[in-house]
């Protein structure tokens, strides 16, 4: 199944005026459920009220978590990156328009070769490790570039169904992932080699989130893939079951799960 294209043409719709911008991080903030897990472990973070952090968006994409993270406090300085040429560049002419570039800026990347030493007090990564064959490098770089004491914070499907995938013979729901998921203690592990010393991990999408996945991302999306007249019905689609869906991401957020096909990763230098 092809997201990217489905990214793509929403982007450029949203991207006619920066209040539309605006108003689709505003959707995706409710609908997403990883930003729900992510915005409350940012707001648990210890560090949060301190000014003039240093915090890097590793996998910036559409700019929907800086755009958040510059929300949480004018002073930090935050440092997007990204492979696609297309997006920095997008992301660098929105946040000019909407006056944040002083404290905003963005640049490609890899992240298998990326290291800014001893700089950053935050490092997100939000559904970025899935897409990277050679992670380990990317942990390695991670830990060289987060000062001491900084948290690193990701985001990334597991291997409990994590992408649809539920069994060997099954393929990844999104094409672009070169994953289908992480074994807790497998990222515990890796995280480990790479040098940091606490490391906290839990499942996220527990039953009340493979439900509101599976309504407000996998549903929309195969329809999309099989024709663009979808797009059509799509905001009375939404209109039917976006209430379900915030019900369903709350309890999913505040709940504890044994299991989910999710995982919020957190460590520490």
């Excluded at 914070?153 to 393929?171: A, C, F, M, N, Y």
């Excluded at 906290?200 to 991302?217: C, D, R, V």
Aim: proline share 4%.
């Amino acid at each position: 199944m092809q997201y990217d294209p489905i990214k793509s043409t929403l982007g450029r719709f949203f991207n006619k005026a920066p209040f539309l911008r605006i108003l689709f991080y505003k959707m995706l903030d409710l609908l997403l459920l990883r930003t729900w897990h992510i915005r409350r472990e940012l707001k648990r973070w210890e560090n949060i009220r301190k000014p003039e952090l240093n915090v890097l968006d590793a996998g910036s994409g559409f700019g929907q978590y800086t755009y958040f993270l510059s929300s949480l406090n004018p002073k930090w300085n935050i440092f997007g990156v990204d492979v696609k040429h297309e997006q920095i560049a997008d992301c660098n002419g929105f946040f000019k328009k909407i006056g944040k570039e002083n404290r905003v800026q963005f640049e490609y990347a890899d992240l298998t070769a990326f290291e800014h030493k001893n700089k950053y007090d935050l490092i997100l990564s939000v559904d970025v490790m899935e897409h990277i064959l050679e992670d380990e490098k990317v942990f390695v770089n991670f830990f060289a570039s987060i000062q001491p004491n900084g948290m690193l914070l990701i985001s990334t499907p597991s291997d409990q169904g994590g992408s649809d995938v539920h069994d060997d013979h099954e393929h990844s729901f999104i094409d672009e992932h070169v994953r289908d998921g992480y074994n807790m203690q497998d990222i515990k592990d890796k995280l480990t080699r790479a040098g940091f010393s606490k490391i906290e991990a839990m499942y996220s999408y527990g039953t009340p989130g493979k439900i509101s996945w599976k309504l407000s991302m996998k549903f929309p999306i195969k329809m999309l893939n099989v024709s663009k007249i979808f797009f059509i019905f799509i905001p009375v689609y939404y209109l039917v079951f976006f209430p379900m869906c915030l019900i369903l991401n709350y309890f999913d957020t505040v709940g504890t799960h044994k299991t989910g096909t999710g995982l919020i990763v957190k460590a520490w230098k």
